[in-house]
């Protein structure tokens, strides 16, 4: 038993030890079907915080020969399968965190030599009649000796490319050190990769194509794995007697072909241990790479993270996505690098990206902050001022907050109803603690633009927004009331305010009017 050569399973026995643990051990169903065929080359990318290095521990606990897991493993999912026995603790493990290797390290030469030398002498210390001339030789005449392939576990693999970001030569350097240890080696009985970003792409191939990549753009047969599935985060608040919708609110909005509602897992642990709903986005490298980012504003970047801050969505292409957090030819590059960071939803079917969830709404907000959009930053102070003027039907005071966002968020072309209703979306932004807010619902007789829904537990009045374009304010409550958009509100009773507001084109000013009605409940 050693630290990098058939490791103990104490890592996964600290996560089963903890006081909230779900259990994703069916993932090992999968790494068992794909051993020793083609399709074992697997490589893992996921944002910080959803659970890749605690996936990795449970991989070694259980297939290395260095430990006995069937008591850690016997009540797990993975037990009832029919594989199970037949490949546990079964295997020669080589288990690498390249994080703690990069932080003991100043060269990506230091960081291979380093791993080689300490490989190469927890297995010689075991088998000292080993040749001792490289890794690659050593682990030849281990598989010859025992005729057992090895499984690689290596966490954390793309911090390189991560922590040295400009440093071409070295990653090319470190990349051939990974193919030439991995592929067509007899030894690899399975390969199993975890980073945030997918492999790097050198021109028009990669030097680790044997791999098949899971990503957070798709995650294909290992979709159920990437997160808190929705049954799984019912069942824990249940358990822990939280608010499943708030937890919704707040931490759902990742969906993957086969599975649609997926929720980041250490936000949803935190929140039921200290049983509040808060942000627990730590900061991290992503962070400050998301506010660079902002900062450049390339490729017009500004008017796309507005419409997606107010419940919009952005078609992209990802294919030309270099895997890296340097090589930027468009401002789709960006956007597929935040899909990989968690900031971003991408679906796959429409090619679409989207803001998750809240918790990741308000770190755009405080990026766009430090990017010193100011111009942003004044639209979302004057937020909250909006909504208590729309609460008190305050339609003058409606009317002079929505020109100065107008003219502040000048970015955005506005020269129609599309327009007015991103802006209007942008102004009420606050509006998201107290509301679900939906665009173009369908209601009555046709589709409200802005359906506010009060949240449970929230005492606010429903708000239906009608807008018009070079009409008439009174003309779009008319037709709320016209089209019966009250049906949207099918199992709200109480008050709902009316609120219709214009643009006129020839005074380029907004007005508006509001009026309140009172909904029974059926």
């Known amino acids: 038993m050693g630290l990098y050569f058939n490791p103990s399973n104490i890592g996964f026995m600290r996560s089963l030890r903890s006081k909230i643990y779900v259990d994703k051990s069916g993932i090992i169903s999968y790494t068992n079907s794909v051993l020793m065929t083609q399709q074992s080359y697997i490589c893992v990318s996921r944002p910080r915080r959803f659970g890749k290095t605690m996936t990795a521990e449970m991989l070694a606990a259980y297939y290395s020969r260095g430990c006995d897991s069937d008591e850690m493993f016997k009540n797990l999912i993975i037990c009832k399968d029919a594989s199970y026995k037949m490949h546990l603790n079964q295997y020669d493990v080589i288990f690498l965190n390249i994080q703690q290797f990069l932080s003991n390290s100043i060269e990506i030469k230091d960081i291979i030599s380093n791993i080689e030398n300490k490989i190469a002498k927890e297995i010689l210390t ?157 900061q991290t490298e992503t962070y400050e790479a998301l506010s660079i980012y902002f900062k450049m504003n390339f490729d017009n970047l500004k008017n796309t993270i507005i419409r997606l801050l107010v419940g919009g969505t952005q078609r992209i292409n990802i294919r030309k996505f270099s895997n890296d957090m340097v090589t930027f030819k468009s401002c789709d590059d960006i956007l597929t690098l935040l899909i990989h960071l968690g900031y971003l939803r991408y679906h796959l079917r429409t090619s679409e990206v989207s803001i998750p969830n809240k918790e990741i709404a308000d770190e755009f907000v405080v990026a766009i902050d430090d990017a010193n959009w100011s111009e942003v930053v004044e639209t979302l102070k004057l937020s909250d001022a909006l909504l208590k003027a729309t609460w008190n039907a305050d339609s003058k005071t409606v009317a002079q907050i929505v020109d100065k966002m107008h003219n502040e968020v000048s970015i955005l072309q506005y020269n129609d109803e599309n327009a007015l209703s991103y802006i209007i979306s942008l102004a009420y932004y606050t509006a998201k603690q107290h509301y679900s807010i939906v665009r173009e619902m369908p209601s009555g007789k046709g589709y409200a633009d802005l359906t506010f829904l009060p949240r449970k537990n929230t005492t606010v009045p429903a708000i239906i927004v009608e807008l018009k374009w070079d009409k008439s304010a009174v003309g779009a409550i008319q037709q709320i009331k016209d089209k019966n958009y009250f049906d949207s509100f099918q199992d709200y009773s109480g008050e709902i305010l009316l609120v219709g507001i214009n643009y006129s084109k020839k005074s380029k000013s907004h007005e508006c009017k509001i009026e309140s009605h009172f909904k029974q409940s059926r």
Not at 138 to 144: G, M, Q, R, S
Not at 166 to 190: A, P, S, T, W
Not at 255 to 279: E, G, M
């Open 126 to 282: 075991i088998y000292p009649g080993l040749s001792q001339e490289g890794l690659i030789d050593v682990l030849n005449e281990l598989y010859d000796i025992t005729q057992i392939q090895l499984v690689f576990i290596i966490d954390e693999w793309d911090c390189i490319f991560r922590e040295d970001s400009i440093d071409e030569k070295g990653q090319r350097i470190y990349l051939d050190f990974l193919r030439n240890l991995l592929k067509d080696r007899i030894y690899v009985g399975l390969a199993y990769m975890t980073g945030i970003l997918p492999i790097k792409k050198y021109g028009t191939h990669s030097a680790l194509n044997m791999f098949d990549e899971f990503s957070m753009s798709n995650p294909g047969e290992l979709a159920e794995f990437v997160g808190f599935t929705q049954d799984e985060v019912r069942f824990l608040c249940k358990t822990h007697k939280m608010d499943y919708y708030e937890l919704s609110k707040w931490y759902n909005g990742y969906s993957f072909l086969r599975v649609d509602c997926v929720y980041n897992p250490r936000s949803v642990v935190r929140a039921l241990l200290s049983q509040s709903c808060s942000n627990y986005w730590t």
